[in-house]
């Protein structure tokens, strides 16, 4: 079946603006996750949800990142006025349910470039 | 707090020669570990998963992976390189309290496999 997928693949941006990435699961995974890789920071965790409401979001880096998740389903993160250092693949993984020995499949990430 | 500590950011093997992976963790209860690998472009793929069953642990490809208390270590093997083994690898580390595995990641290495 279709793994998760993620869209755009690539995403050229100016400092300063605001960009949307988005999440599809795999159908029926209750649980997805946003992770960030960087070269600096390595692979962070971001933000977790389970259906539509989202109990760990301790690792988004500050308040201009958000993220929702509608009908359990699609996912999307929003950076608002873009940094610099906001450059990374961003990637997500959804798992069928919050048990924590399912295992996480992960899309192939969405590479961010800001000018 | 958890933390994955990866000894040595690139391992070079050659064809047909052991591999081996080294991760040591920290966490203040027994964790679930993983080895998840990434090719270019590509997202992470799980290789095996340590959730507090057999202490040595089959992956696919070939590789396994064995837990050992003692030394808080989970590294990687395989007997025998392949060309198509080249890629990076990385450790990661969930806890079993809080009903959920936000994944902790090791820095990577990045495996080559010479001729």
């Known amino acids: 079946g279709a793994g998760v997928s993620q869209s755009p693949s690539n995403k050229v941006t100016e400092k300063g603006k605001d960009v949307e990435l988005r999440c599809d699961p795999i159908?029926?995974?209750?649980?997805l996750y946003w992770y960030r890789q960087s070269l600096g920071q390595g692979l962070e965790f971001l933000i977790y949800?389970?259906?539509?409401?989202?109990?760990?979001k301790s690792g988004l880096p500050s308040d201009r990142f958000s993220a929702e998740r509608t009908g359990g389903s699609v996912s999307t993160l929003t950076i608002q006025r873009t940094q610099q250092e906001d450059s990374a693949v961003y990637l997500c993984?959804?798992?069928?349910?919050?048990?924590?020995?399912?295992?996480?499949?992960f899309g192939p990430g969405t590479r961010l470039t800001v000018l | 707090a958890q933390s994955v500590t990866q000894l040595g950011s690139h391992v070079s093997v050659s064809e047909g020669a052991l591999v081996l992976l080294r991760c040591n963790y920290s966490?203040?209860?027994?964790?679930?570990l993983f080895w998840y690998v990434q090719y270019p472009n590509q997202g992470l793929q799980l290789l095996l998963k340590?959730?507090?069953?057999?202490?040595l642990v089959k992956g696919i490809n070939g590789f396994e992976a064995e837990f050992k208390k003692s030394e808080t270590s989970f590294h990687l093997t395989k007997p025998s390189a392949h060309m198509s083994d080249a890629a990076e690898y990385f450790c990661?580390?969930?806890?079993?309290?809080?009903?959920?595995?936000?994944?902790?990641f090791g820095a990577g290495t990045r495996l080559a496999v010479h001729p």
């Open positions: 990661a580390v969930s806890s079993p309290l809080g009903g959920y595995n936000k994944l902790i």
């Open positions: 340590y959730t507090s069953a057999a202490t």
């Open positions: 966490s203040s209860v027994p964790p679930y």
């Open positions: 949800f389970q259906g539509n409401s989202a109990p760990d």
């Open positions: 993984a959804s798992s069928l349910d919050r048990v924590n020995t399912d295992t996480q499949y």
């Open positions: 159908s029926g995974h209750t649980a």
